[in-house]
């Protein structure tokens, strides 16, 4: 992308420490609100439960792009721990690097994190499938029904592939069901904890905080340095989502660590702004008042007019995100 003529950064340290404090904020936090939550009101509880699962999915996402060591089986191992119960570390961390294709940025059938969809499956949905796309096309409905929705059908794709026999997927999920067990021995022997509390006051709100970061990241945009979004003044959500919502320097250099990349954007502003065509944010409120109610996109993705080749293995006619699978409801 153009930004990337800029002055180069300073090297990244063999361990960086800002990060690895951060693995102990976020495991240590998540640690106490399970072990203490019995003295914690439930709306109170809900929110710092909801933080801390958002949180480790945004630490999940730096640790899969090389941070905070020069190890990855180190780094892995960081994310490995399943908090969230129902994403595999591996699954995210290979459907995401995939996602950093630029020139396939949004492409129904090459990016896994795209919510278009082609212009022959779209073509396919009937009434209520349209209906239910235009509504999780929504502020509003992605980060409500559509959050919870994405998570089940991920499940039921995932876990029936490894019924059906599917060694790559079984090989993930052998190790996460193991993790899980692991949490729970925590969450509901340790703590006693119920796992109907545990999904209702940290799995679900972290799914639903974090559906907030990834609802207007991208746009199909003939430039592919057009494709990437900036939310700008966010201090909370951007410390929460580990300063992505400035996205357009993530793309352009993924293996900045995320306490660089504010300084990093104040610098060159003016030229990264100008590269991605304005496509600027004033705060998550801001994406909230414009889309609501409204679809950030309506129709199929504009560049294409009917399906091209798929990846090996799978279909033209299927969407890659698992939330587009939702929504067109398969």
């Given at each position: 992308?153009?930004?990337?003529?800029?002055?180069?950064?300073?090297?990244?340290?063999?361990?960086?420490?800002?990060?690895?404090?951060?693995?102990?904020?976020?495991?240590?936090?998540?640690?106490?609100?399970?072990?203490?939550?019995?003295?914690?009101?439930?709306?109170?509880?809900?929110?710092?439960?909801?933080?801390?699962?958002?949180?480790?999915?945004?630490?999940?996402?730096?640790?899969?792009?090389?941070?905070?060591?020069?190890?990855?089986?180190?780094?892995?191992?960081?994310?490995?721990?399943?908090?969230?119960?129902?994403?595999?570390?591996?699954?995210?961390?290979?459907?995401?690097?995939?996602?950093?294709r630029?020139?396939?940025?949004?492409?129904?059938?090459e990016?896994?994190?795209?919510?278009?969809?082609t212009e022959?499956?779209?073509?396919?949905?009937?009434?209520?499938?349209?209906?239910?796309?235009?509504?999780?096309?929504?502020?509003?409905?992605?980060?409500t029904?559509?959050?919870?929705?994405?998570?089940?059908?991920?499940?039921?794709?995932?876990?029936?592939?490894?019924?059906?026999?599917?060694?790559?997927?079984?090989?993930?999920?052998?190790?996460?069901?193991?993790?899980?067990?692991?949490?729970?021995?925590?969450?509901?022997?340790?703590?006693?904890?119920?796992?109907?509390?545990?999904?209702?006051?940290?799995?679900?709100?972290?799914?639903?905080?974090?559906?907030?970061?990834?609802?207007?990241?991208?746009?199909?945009?003939?430039?592919?340095?057009?494709?990437?979004?900036?939310?700008?003044?966010?201090?909370?959500?951007?410390?929460?989502?580990?300063?992505?919502?400035?996205?357009?320097?993530?793309?352009?250099?993924?293996?900045?660590?995320?306490?660089?990349?504010?300084?990093?954007?104040?610098?060159?502003?003016?030229?990264?702004?100008?590269?991605?065509g304005?496509?600027?944010?004033?705060?998550?409120?801001d994406?909230?008042?414009?889309?609501?109610?409204?679809?950030?996109?309506?129709?199929?993705?504009?560049?294409?007019?009917?399906?091209?080749?798929?990846?090996?293995?799978?279909?033209?006619?299927?969407?890659?995100?698992?939330?587009?699978?939702?929504?067109?409801?398969?």
């Open positions: 992308m153009p930004n990337r003529s800029h002055a180069a950064q300073p090297p990244v340290p063999a361990i960086e420490w800002p990060t690895v404090l951060l693995c102990l904020v976020i495991y240590s936090g998540w640690f106490g609100l399970t072990l203490f939550y019995r003295h914690i009101p439930w709306p109170l509880l809900a929110l710092a439960g909801g933080w801390c699962i958002a949180w480790h999915m945004s630490l999940q996402h730096e640790l899969l792009h090389g941070h905070p060591t020069r190890s990855r089986r180190l780094n892995d191992a960081l994310g490995f721990p399943p908090l969230t119960l129902w994403l595999p570390y591996q699954i995210y961390r290979l459907s995401h690097l995939r996602h950093h630029d020139e396939h940025l949004t492409d129904p059938l990016d896994p994190e795209t919510y278009y969809l022959e499956r779209f073509g396919r949905l009937g009434k209520p499938a349209l209906a239910f796309l235009r509504f999780s096309n929504t502020f509003f409905g992605r980060i029904f559509g959050a919870l929705r994405s998570m089940v059908i991920f499940l039921w794709l995932h876990i029936g592939a490894c019924l059906r026999g599917n060694r790559a997927e079984q090989r993930i999920w052998l190790p996460h069901a193991l993790g899980v067990i692991l949490v729970l021995v925590w969450v509901m022997g340790v703590c006693q904890m119920p796992i109907w509390l545990y999904l209702l006051c940290f799995v679900i709100p972290g799914r639903i905080l974090a559906s907030i970061r990834s609802f207007a990241e991208h746009r199909a945009a003939p430039d592919q340095a057009e494709r990437t979004a900036i939310v700008e003044n966010a201090p909370i959500f951007g410390l929460l989502f580990l300063y992505n919502n400035l996205h357009v320097v993530h793309h352009d250099a993924p293996g900045m660590p995320w306490y660089r990349i504010p300084a990093y954007y104040r610098a060159h502003r003016a030229a990264i702004v100008r590269a991605n304005g496509l600027v944010y004033d705060g998550y409120w994406v909230a008042r414009r889309y609501l109610t409204t679809p950030h996109h309506r129709g199929p993705h504009p560049g294409f007019a009917a399906p091209r080749a798929a990846l090996p293995g799978r279909p033209a006619s299927r969407p890659a995100n698992v939330d587009q699978i939702a929504a067109a409801g398969d």
